[in-house]
Each structure stands twice: as structure tokens, then as C-alpha cells.
């Protein structure tokens, strides 16, 4: 349990020092605007039926780091999930917040399948809330089309 501790805290840390505006921001890792691998911050809250969900999404060159939170501003359950090779099924593991529920799970399994890369989800969204549940993971999908973050839908 300490080992997870101290990797969120790194993890968290390391998110601290990334400069982010309102909207997006985007930071290289050279920090002087010529490299291709750039990690972009993309922060925005939205009002579903009487629900704030607040949204944070993370891109680096290989993974998307989400975070949904319903009404406050708690970190919740963190999620792994990636393609697995070579029967491009998708493997998901809870690895903060005790036993896999099927909210943060599921849409981890389902961002994987849109995007086609890693995936790291962080979700408070409170159990048997299944439309909740629909609604947050619409607004997610929806900003990552429009973000560009998704696949092309095959033909």
C-alpha cells in the first residue's frame, strides 16, 4: 500500500509542475516548442441534469490520463487498462481504491477500445449510478473527438 501511495504522489507531483491555463495548454519536454512529443492539459467542467462533472484529460505520446470527478474534486478509484496483443482485447486492473466496481473500469475498457492507446482513469463517480455513469463518459468521449484523441471509425 505504501508503494501505490508514493506512486500516486509522484504522479500527482509531477502533474503539479506542468503550467496549465483554463482551456489547454501545451508543454514539450524540451520546453522550446520544437519536439514532437508534447504532453497537453485539457481541464473543463460540465452540468449534466443537475450534475457537475469536473473533467481533467492528459495526453502524452502513448496514454491518456482522464479524471472524472461528480461534484467535488476527489481523485476516487484510479484505473490501468490497454490493448492487449494479439487478440485486441482490452485488459483493465484497478490499481488505487480497493476492488474493481464496473463504473471506472468500464469506461477505461471503452476508452481504450476508442483511442487505441493506454489508458489511465481516475473516477469518483458514485456507485449503481448508471447514468451518471452514461452521461460523464459521453461528455469525456465528446471532448476527446473533439480533441482529436480518438480513432478514425473504420469503414
Not at 22 to 49: H, P, R, Y
Not at 58 to 69: D, E, M, P, S
Not at 82 to 100: E, K, M, Q, Y
Not at 149 to 155: A, I, Q, V
Amino acid at each position: 500500500m505504501a508503494d501505490a501511495a508514493l506512486a500516486l504522489n509522484q504522479v500527482l507531483s509531477s502533474v503539479e509542475r506542468l503550467e496549465v491555463d483554463e482551456n489547454t495548454k501545451q508543454e514539450d519536454a524540451n520546453g522550446d516548442g520544437s519536439s514532437s512529443s508534447s504532453v497537453q492539459v485539457t481541464c473543463f467542467t460540465d452540468l449534466v441534469d443537475d450534475v457537475t462533472f469536473h473533467f481533467q484529460i492528459i495526453r502524452l505520446a502513448n496514454q491518456i490520463y482522464a479524471w472524472i470527478g461528480c461534484n467535488s474534486s476527489k481523485l476516487g478509484r484510479l484505473y490501468a487498462a490497454a490493448p492487449t496483443r494479439p487478440s485486441n482485447s482490452v485488459s483493465v486492473s484497478s490499481i488505487l481504491g480497493g476492488v474493481s466496481d464496473n463504473t471506472g473500469a468500464g469506461i477505461a475498457r471503452r476508452l481504450v477500445l476508442k483511442t487505441g492507446l493506454n489508458v489511465i482513469v481516475a473516477c469518483n463517480i458514485p456507485k449503481n449510478s448508471p447514468m451518471l455513469e452514461a452521461n460523464a463518459e459521453k461528455k469525456l468521449v465528446e471532448k476527446l473527438i473533439s480533441l482529436g484523441y480518438t480513432r478514425p471509425k473504420s469503414s
